[in-house]
């Protein structure tokens, strides 16, 4: 089992910037790949950015390239959202999530956090 506990969502203004934590614990040894994926009212939840747990090679959906960047400590068994130029559209609650396999895919993530929130207000 993996467990995960987000934090640092709160209230921005358009233009603004957030960044995200998770602290993760437990059977860390059979995770590939870790992520944040993020759900907004009435709509089904989508990947945000991914990266690998060992050697730190990350993904972006089109959405968040050039604005967000995803990291993690190893050492900490952190995984970081650092997102600037905060849009309207980007107001969802975020997820943190690990999988044991190489995807961007929601379904093919095992083990979530509780999801913290993220309001953007023009």
């Known amino acids: 089992q993996v467990q995960l506990v987000e934090s640092g969502g709160g209230l921005v203004q358009v233009g603004g910037s957030l960044r995200l934590s998770c602290a993760a614990s437990?059977?860390?040894?059979?995770?590939?790949?870790m992520g944040w994926f993020r759900q907004a009212p009435g709509q089904e939840r989508e990947f945000v950015a991914t990266?690998?747990?060992?050697?730190?090679?990350?993904s972006y959906a089109n959405s968040a390239r050039g604005r967000f960047t995803i990291s993690r400590d190893n050492a900490k068994n952190t995984l970081d959202l650092q997102m600037d130029s905060l849009k309207p559209e980007d107001t969802a609650v975020y997820y943190c999530?690990?999988?044991?396999?190489?995807?961007?895919?929601?379904?093919?993530?095992?083990?979530w956090g509780q999801g913290t929130q993220v309001t953007v207000s023009s």
């Open positions: 990266i690998n747990w060992r050697f730190g090679r990350a």
């Open positions: 437990g059977r860390l040894d059979s995770v590939l790949t």
């Open positions: 999530a690990a999988t044991g396999a190489a995807s961007t895919v929601p379904q093919h993530y095992n083990f």
